[in-house]
């Protein structure tokens, strides 16, 4: 089977191939394609892979290419994880935002909407190619802001391309774990909302949802990230537990007021960092593993730290720092090559499973996956506070879709007027221009 990884020279690609290279059952991949536009970083990923895979027998030939059409063509599965504009990018998304008093993040608020508007022409592009040279190929989107970049994707490839995300799965694996889950892979998890902006709403163990126990005992609550992150008072008020990444819009102010005060923004430091492992990796003198290895371990260990410092809720676990995307992605990819029926939160076309949106918004749910690819699970209505928020940010992302067909600059200021973290039309109009300023890849705004 052939797998080709769109961004085959991005950080993460080590991941896939590491868990790839544990996957020994039949039917498994055998070539891995990896395709980006900088020979550099493909040279220095490949490193990386050829390392790890030294001692493995029958490991996954490796095939390194800048030619996007040669590298989807024959492929059975395309991993799409491209970051339009580079980590440079994304820093300069995080600066301009902060320049105005909102956040930058890279798929929250203005950053996550300056970024869907230069990467979703991208992605639409992509898409067409592989309508037209791999038909029957299985897409599977890494690339952020995942929900939004998926429904850009679907409307050409329709139920054939597949949004993940392994904050779901951390989350509902976390809290399994605190309630004595003896393997947290048999809970139930009850999870709905859109890419990034989602909650738990139960969790079943053997039948039974025990999130009321866990919600109702403080110090369960406290054991960790998101109990620390929100707070338990907040999260019994709730009645749930939050996505990480809804602290942006819970404690906006103070999250944007610890990114002003950094030294430098996520999107400066993974830039500065990975510009150094760039420049370690393609020296051949060097073990490029040992570099990715010593890289990614500062990478973890650092993410989402200005949240984490606000809320006082201290350093990351050990057993958050090993990732799980790539887990996600092998399940997924072996569930429909296979027809290993599995249940995984995914994103994917809602098809009348909220009813609050159309059947062809892309929403974040737990999905039975099959050879014929992933279905949506029934889940319960919403509460109100979540609706409300849902159907915002999912307004928002139709704007940012409207905008990027269309070319037009008022439709893109519509999209960040409406953001609830963005408070002013004024400040949309200004974020507009700012990013134009700095992103060639947003010049069709007119």
């Not at 970049?149 to 694996?173: F, K, N, Q, W, Y």
């Not at 976390?174 to 709905?192: F, K, N, Q, S």
């Amino acid at each position: 089977m052939r797998l080709t990884i769109l961004g085959g020279g991005g950080f993460r690609v080590p991941l896939v191939y590491g868990a790839l290279l544990g996957d020994r059952g039949e039917g498994r991949v055998t070539r891995v394609v990896l395709q980006d536009p900088d020979a550099g970083r493909l040279h220095a990923v490949s490193r990386v892979l050829a390392e790890q895979a030294a001692h493995v027998p029958d490991a996954p030939e490796v095939i390194a290419t800048t030619d996007l059409d040669e590298a989807l063509r024959g492929a059975d599965f395309v991993f799409s994880a491209i970051r339009v504009g580079g980590l440079e990018g994304r820093a300069n998304d995080e600066r301009v935002a902060l320049a105005e008093g909102v956040l930058g993040q890279e798929t929250v608020g203005a950053g996550g909407i300056a970024y869907g508007l230069r990467t979703v022409p991208v992605a639409v592009d992509i898409a067409a190619r592989i309508a037209r040279l791999a038909p029957d190929a299985w897409v599977i989107n890494f690339t952020n802001p995942a929900g939004l970049v998926t429904e850009a994707m679907s409307r050409r490839l329709g139920d054939r391309v597949i949004g993940i995300c392994d904050s779901p799965v951390g989350l509902g694996r976390r809290i399994a774990r605190v309630l004595g889950a003896t393997d947290p892979a048999e809970a139930w998890i009850d999870y709905v909302g859109l890419n990034h902006l989602g909650w738990v709403r139960g969790l079943r163990i053997a039948g039974r949802d025990e999130l009321p126990r866990l919600l109702a005992d403080p110090a369960l609550l406290g054991s960790f990230e998101e109990g620390r992150l929100f707070g338990a008072d907040w999260l019994r008020s709730l009645g749930a537990i939050p996505n990480e990444y809804l602290h942006y819009y819970y404690f906006n102010r103070e999250t944007v007021r610890a990114y002003q005060e950094a030294e430098r923004t996520r999107g400066a430091f993974l830039r500065d960092q990975q510009a150094g492992f760039y420049a370690e990796a393609g020296d051949p003198a060097v073990s490029a593993l040992a570099a990715w290895d010593r890289t990614r371990a500062e990478r973890e260990a650092t993410y989402m730290a200005e949240n984490r410092e606000t809320a006082g809720a201290g350093e990351r676990e050990a057993d958050d720092l090993s990732g799980g995307y790539e887990k996600v992605a092998l399940a997924l990819m072996r569930a429909i090559a296979r027809d290993e029926r599995t249940t995984l939160i995914l994103n994917v076309r809602n098809r009348g499973t909220l009813t609050v949106l159309d059947t062809d918004a892309v929403i974040e749910v737990p999905c039975l996956v099959d050879a014929n690819g992933a279905h949506p699970v029934a889940v319960d209505p919403l509460p109100g506070h979540a609706t409300g928020l849902v159907c915002s940010v999912k307004a928002v992302e139709r704007e940012v879709l409207s905008a990027a067909e269309s070319g037009s600059r008022t439709t893109a200021v519509k999209a960040f007027a409406l953001h609830p973290l963005i408070d002013s039309v004024t400040v949309a109009r200004r974020l507009v221009d700012g990013y134009k300023a700095v992103h060639p890849g947003l010049a069709y705004l007119a």
